[in-house]
């Protein structure tokens, strides 16, 4: 019993540390790692307080601000994939929700709020997180735990840099499950209908932009080596750069295949996002037909 409240205590320790310290001490000798605490908050004063309107004026100005930058995020305020319809005939379905990105957008404009993450425990084939969203205007507390599988690197990682990184993906995802759990649903609806819709009213490419004849080869060989590259990168910086790239060079390939390759990244990002495998080969063939 001492020794749990000690360790409730050792909020001086980074939970980078932590994991660090365990990876490399108690659970190289095949023992776990715990970490036991609890945080409960009054309401206290705020100098703003929040603004969600009225029954007749529902939203107020936090809906004001989620949505107009849930506009501004576009498709990176949510995530979305196809599965395999098990109960519905064997067919497609898509599923979606709110991303990394988006969450800590919903956080900001719901203000007044705090989210803390802590490691709950750390093992050789895990990690877990507790997350805890904490309203400081009404004293509300909304806790999640969140298991986060670690994983060989893949070839051109080592080690230290992909336990990192994988740490790091457990704590984001943490956070993000902990305010879609704490936070109305209609204000996350309401924010996926107008990041939807920004992308519906985005304009088709100006053909004039495009050179008067794109070789069908050249646009094919210039979307395969990008749909590469989407396939083998991993993490949210990574996808982000590529994406760039693909961007800058539009003009050199066919709109179907630009089409294709935006599909594609959304899939990988989507992949990561959830910590799922990455998208397999042929998802850009197929996507481009």
């Not at 098990?86 to 956080?107: C, T």
């Not at 990574?238 to 709109?255: D, F, P, S, V, Y």
Request: glycine letters at 10%.
């Amino acid at each position: 019993m001492q020794q749990q409240r000690g360790l409730a205590k050792r909020d001086s320790v980074t939970d980078l540390e932590m994991a660090r310290t365990a990876a490399g001490g108690q659970l190289g000798q095949g023992q776990a790692l715990m970490r036991v605490g609890g945080q409960y908050q009054t309401a206290i004063a705020v100098q703003v307080k929040r603004d969600i309107g009225s029954p007749q004026s529902p939203g107020g100005l936090v809906l004001e601000r989620a949505t107009t930058e849930a506009v501004l995020l576009g498709e990176r305020y949510f995530y979305g994939w196809e599965v395999n319809d098990r109960q519905g005939g064997g067919g497609k379905k898509g599923i979606e929700g709110v991303s990394v990105d988006g969450a800590h957008m919903l956080l900001r404009a719901w203000g007044n709020s705090v989210v803390d993450v802590d490691v709950v425990e750390a093992t050789e084939d895990a990690f877990t997180f507790k997350a805890s969203f904490v309203d400081l205007e009404t004293g509300s507390t909304v806790s999640r735990l969140y298991r986060q599988g670690r994983t060989a690197p893949p070839g051109r990682y080592d080690e230290q840099r992909w336990q990192d990184m994988q740490f790091a993906n457990g704590q984001s995802r943490a956070i993000r499950n902990v305010i879609c759990s704490a936070l109305p649903q209609w204000l996350q609806d309401r924010c996926m209908d107008a990041a939807h819709r920004s992308l519906e009213r985005q304009p088709a490419p100006n053909p004039g932009e495009r050179p008067a004849a794109i070789s069908t080869e050249q646009s094919a060989s210039i979307a395969a080596a990008f749909a590469a590259k989407l396939r083998s990168s991993w993490g949210r910086d990574e996808l982000a750069e590529i994406a760039t790239a693909i961007k800058n060079q539009e003009g050199m390939m066919r709109r179907e295949e630009v089409a294709g390759l935006r599909d594609l990244y959304r899939k990988q990002l989507a992949a990561w996002e959830q910590g799922g495998d990455k998208v397999a080969e042929g998802v850009f063939e197929e996507s481009d037909k």
